[in-house]
């Protein structure tokens, strides 16, 4: 009877210990997701965006873009009024001076809604139109009702173009991806009746005619389609995300680096989309300029975020914010859930560290697993879910957190190319810095250095229903491990960011590159950084608290009026600080921008809440188009003026921005 229980207890043990070894493993659940829901937008504001009903996409050839024109307005502007097309009224349209229709909803308007905003244009309003199919003739010339597109290779020329020198030839090398229709009114002539402001392929691409005291600029491109093919990457027709062949990642998934528009971008240290945007809404106010909030703190110039992926490398990170502590520097760490101790994060928030998220996908080895059982013995697994990563690192991280950004490791991607914002959506994720270069182990070993997605702002991708998730994208730009990465481009970049493009970086300078890759550039670049960036006039700032600058800059107001006979520009501004008694609240509050001219005559006079201040003290962007105002947090009455017309050609020195 012994030897039987002997036996049998034997047999148990051997059981346990195979388990124990051999656990069993659940398939994974599927993840929480969510669609992107319309956006309600704000009842008053100077720019009005006018935006389809819309069907939803199955193919790339049916997809709406037309909600990239939010995202450029909000990036350059602020906030932004929107309206549907089967509200547009004259009722609607009176109280703004600026007004875009993009593509889908032009083609949605009736002959009654078109003919109101031929009305107000000639009371003063100024349209951008984008590729309009419909009752527009009046408008522009000619019918484009049924006009076959063709597609873009390279601009030609931008003589409309606010920025001048150096940052016009930047935009003129963009790899024009997109499509333009043919401009040949029959009976209109270039030059009298209207003007080219912009050339495609030798042919117009951007067209300005005068309509009563109001303007028209036609833009015959799509550029939706570029802004977002560039921006939130370019899939299959079928709306997958494309997979390299010699792709060495998971089955159903590829890599962010794949959706690259066109192969330009991987090594573009010029962010294109962000370039053309900027510059067609500069071309609205030259004929009625608007105040904008400015896209960075007080007078900022740009924004750098040091981040760190700590990708299995766990607690080895604390050698690289113990450094940036003794220094007064501050960084984001994107942890995975359970690389590290509650005990070895607290001391990494201590240290100043902004802790965020890396998701591990369940497709990973890595994956961190959820496991069920009795105490030790823990025979039951399954990979966790991005919800229950994200709450296992919360609840290590407490006091600390919670977490509001996630980045996916190893710059991983499902070839469902629009899944992960529908995760994050449906987690309540605020912020991704998934996008741009790739880990070597995944990289298709090419050059990937640069703006991948042509931007360094923050944007809202589009979904299949045509409307904005409810997560904001931030491209990563510099990966210390990626081919190509050099001190030289990170330093180019700083320097670019603050001189010309005012971007925001963010770079990835992982733990582990200096035990397994090391070198010069990594360990220089990263720590060089911080001070280069100060030097410029950047904002050096963590994931947590840019993500609260974006939510300050949009909950703040900007509402402008011109007056062409007085040469006066009216801003009342409402704009929201840090909570009270914080030293620095003037640098961490959105700024007040507007145009350094208006009829090619600067400002002469500011008067800032009453009081007036020298124009001449104010900082500029580097096309020199905009003066920034720094403001404490609050409301604020600015009067600009600019010089009279009259002595024009006696005026000064810069007319070349």
């Known amino acids: 009877m012994i030897e039987v229980v002997l036996t049998v207890v034997a047999l148990l043990v051997g059981l346990g210990a195979w388990v124990r070894s051999n656990p069993i493993q659940l398939d994974p659940v599927d993840e929480p997701v969510a669609r992107a829901?319309?956006?309600?937008?704000?009842?008053?504001?100077?720019?009005?965006?006018?935006?389809?009903?819309?069907?939803?996409?199955?193919?790339?050839?049916?997809?709406?873009?037309?909600?990239?024109?939010?995202?450029?307005?909000?990036?350059?502007?602020?906030?932004?009024?929107?309206?549907?097309?089967?509200?547009?009224?004259?009722?609607?349209?009176?109280?703004?001076?600026?007004?875009?229709?993009?593509?889908?909803?032009?083609?949605?308007?009736?002959?009654?809604?078109?003919?109101?905003?031929?009305?107000?244009?000639?009371?003063?309003?100024?349209?951008?139109?984008?590729?309009?199919?419909?009752?527009?003739?009046?408008?522009?010339?000619?019918?484009?009702?049924?006009?076959?597109?063709?597609?873009?290779?390279?601009?030609?020329?931008?003589?409309?173009?606010?920025?001048?020198?150096?940052?016009?030839?930047?935009?003129?090398?963009?790899?024009?991806?997109?499509?333009?229709?043919?401009?040949?009114?029959?009976?209109?002539?270039?030059?009298?009746?209207?003007?080219?402001?912009?050339?495609?392929?030798?042919?117009?691409?951007?067209?300005?005619?005068?309509?009563?005291?109001?303007?028209?600029?036609?833009?015959?491109?799509?550029?939706?389609?570029?802004?977002?093919?560039?921006?939130?990457?370019?899939?299959?027709?079928?709306?997958?995300?494309?997979?390299?062949?010699?792709?060495?990642?998971?089955?159903?998934?590829?890599?962010?680096?794949?959706?690259?528009?066109?192969?330009?971008?991987?090594?573009?240290?010029?962010?294109?989309?962000?370039?053309?945007?900027?510059?067609?809404?500069?071309?609205?106010?030259?004929?009625?300029?608007?105040?904008?909030?400015?896209?960075?703190?007080?007078?900022?110039?740009?924004?750098?975020?040091?981040?760190?992926?700590?990708?299995?490398?766990?607690?080895?990170?604390?050698?690289?914010?113990?450094?940036?502590?003794?220094?007064?520097?501050?960084?984001?760490?994107?942890?995975?859930?359970?690389?590290?101790?509650?005990?070895?994060?607290?001391?990494?928030?201590?240290?100043?560290?902004?802790?965020?998220?890396?998701?591990?996908?369940?497709?990973?080895?890595?994956?961190?697993?959820?496991?069920?059982?009795?105490?030790?013995?823990?025979?039951?697994?399954?990979?966790?879910?991005?919800?229950?990563?994200?709450?296992?690192?919360?609840?290590?991280?407490?006091?600390?957190?919670?977490?509001?950004?996630?980045?996916?490791?190893?710059?991983?991607?499902?070839?469902?190319?629009?899944?992960?914002?529908?995760?994050?959506?449906?987690?309540?994720v605020e912020l991704s810095t998934s996008l741009g270069p790739v880990d070597p182990s995944r990289s298709d070993g090419e050059a990937s250095v640069g703006y991948l997605f042509g931007t360094g702002y923050p944007f809202r991708p589009i979904d299949t229903n045509g409307e904005r998730f409810d997560v904001y994208e931030l491209p990563t730009v510099l990966l210390d491990a990626a081919p190509g990465y050099d001190v030289a481009r990170t330093r180019r970049m700083i320097f670019d960011s603050a001189e010309a493009y005012h971007t925001v970086l963010t770079g990835d300078w992982r733990p582990d590159t200096m035990v397994r890759r090391p070198s010069f550039d990594a360990l220089e670049g990263w720590r060089a950084a911080f001070e280069l960036a100060r030097s410029q006039e950047l904002w050096v700032t963590t994931v947590h608290a840019w993500a609260d600058f974006v939510a300050r800059r949009s909950e703040s107001r900007v509402r402008s009026s011109f007056s062409r006979e007085e040469r006066r520009l009216a801003i009342e501004a409402r704009v929201v600080g840090p909570t009270e008694g914080d030293e620095d609240a003037i640098m961490l509050t959105p700024g007040v921008a507007f145009p350094t001219r208006f009829d090619g005559r600067p400002v002469e006079r500011l008067i800032v809440d009453g009081f007036a201040t020298d124009p001449g003290t104010l900082a500029q962007t580097g096309d020199r188009v905009l003066h920034i105002l720094p403001l404490e947090p609050g409301e604020h009455r600015i009067q600009v003026f600019y010089g009279s017309p009259i002595d024009a050609g006696l005026d000064d020195d810069d007319d070349d921005r």
């Open 37 to 428: 829901e319309a956006d309600e937008g704000v009842t008053e504001s100077d720019v009005l965006v006018v935006l389809p009903e819309v069907a939803e996409a199955t193919s790339l050839g049916d997809f709406t873009f037309d909600h990239a024109w939010l995202n450029a307005v909000e990036q350059e502007i602020g906030q932004v009024r929107m309206v549907r097309t089967t509200e547009v009224s004259r009722a609607v349209l009176d109280p703004c001076d600026q007004v875009i229709i993009p593509r889908a909803a032009a083609a949605q308007l009736d002959p009654t809604q078109t003919q109101f905003v031929r009305n107000w244009i000639e009371d003063g309003g100024v349209l951008l139109l984008e590729q309009p199919e419909g009752p527009w003739q009046s408008l522009t010339g000619q019918s484009f009702t049924g006009a076959r597109t063709r597609d873009t290779r390279r601009l030609t020329s931008f003589d409309g173009a606010a920025s001048r020198g150096e940052i016009r030839e930047d935009i003129l090398e963009t790899p024009l991806r997109t499509t333009t229709l043919v401009y040949n009114p029959p009976t209109l002539a270039r030059g009298r009746d209207y003007q080219v402001l912009l050339e495609v392929d030798g042919q117009p691409g951007v067209v300005h005619r005068a309509i009563g005291r109001g303007h028209l600029i036609l833009v015959l491109l799509d550029v939706g389609r570029f802004l977002t093919l560039s921006q939130q990457g370019r899939p299959e027709a079928d709306l997958t995300a494309p997979r390299p062949a010699e792709s060495n990642a998971p089955d159903g998934w590829t890599t962010s680096e794949a959706l690259v528009l066109d192969p330009a971008f991987r090594t573009g240290l010029v962010p294109w989309a962000d370039l053309l945007e900027r510059n067609l809404l500069y071309l609205m106010d030259a004929w009625q300029p608007v105040g904008r909030l400015w896209m960075y703190p007080g007078s900022h110039r740009g924004a750098l975020l040091v981040t760190h992926s700590d990708d299995g490398f766990g607690q080895r990170v604390e050698y690289m914010t113990t450094w940036e502590h003794d220094r007064e520097e501050r960084s984001t760490i994107f942890a995975a859930a359970g690389s590290m101790t509650p005990e070895g994060l607290a001391r990494l928030a201590r240290l100043g560290a902004d802790v965020q998220l890396g998701w591990v996908p369940a497709v990973d080895p890595t994956v961190p697993q959820r496991t069920w059982g009795l105490r030790a013995f823990q025979p039951i697994t399954r990979a966790m879910t991005l919800a229950e990563q994200r709450a296992a690192l919360n609840n290590d991280l407490r006091p600390y957190g919670p977490t509001r950004a996630v980045r996916i490791t190893d710059g991983l991607w499902p070839t469902d190319w629009l899944a992960p914002w529908r995760i994050f959506d449906g987690n309540g």
